[in-house]
């Protein structure tokens, strides 16, 4: 961590990381409905049946449980490979 916590670039950093994280959750949204609605809605109409509504709830668990899954995966392996990295850095500072 920086010497300095009002750091302006890591305070850049920060909210840069912070709007991509919220774009990320707004494009998952986006591609869930549009996935799990095509999938259980085949004949739009007022409202939804309660099959309908069953299968896009199902739809949406297994959705959800899937991205955090490979979010995990993908956050644990970007800490292992910067984890390397800075054990590379120091074992070339010798």
Request: hydrophobic share 30%; with cysteine.
């Amino acid at each position: 961590m920086s010497a300095y916590p009002n750091d302006p670039k890591k305070q850049l950093m920060r909210q840069v990381q912070q709007e991509a994280g919220m774009q990320n959750a707004r494009l998952l949204v986006e591609k869930l409905n549009e996935h799990c609605f095509e999938r259980c809605v085949p004949k739009p109409g007022t409202s939804l049946s309660k099959g309908e509504e069953g299968c896009y709830t199902a739809c949406m668990e297994k959705y959800m449980a899937a991205w955090n899954t490979v979010s995990k995966t993908y956050v644990a392996r970007i800490q292992q490979e910067t984890q390397q990295a800075q054990q590379g850095g120091l074992r070339n500072s010798f």
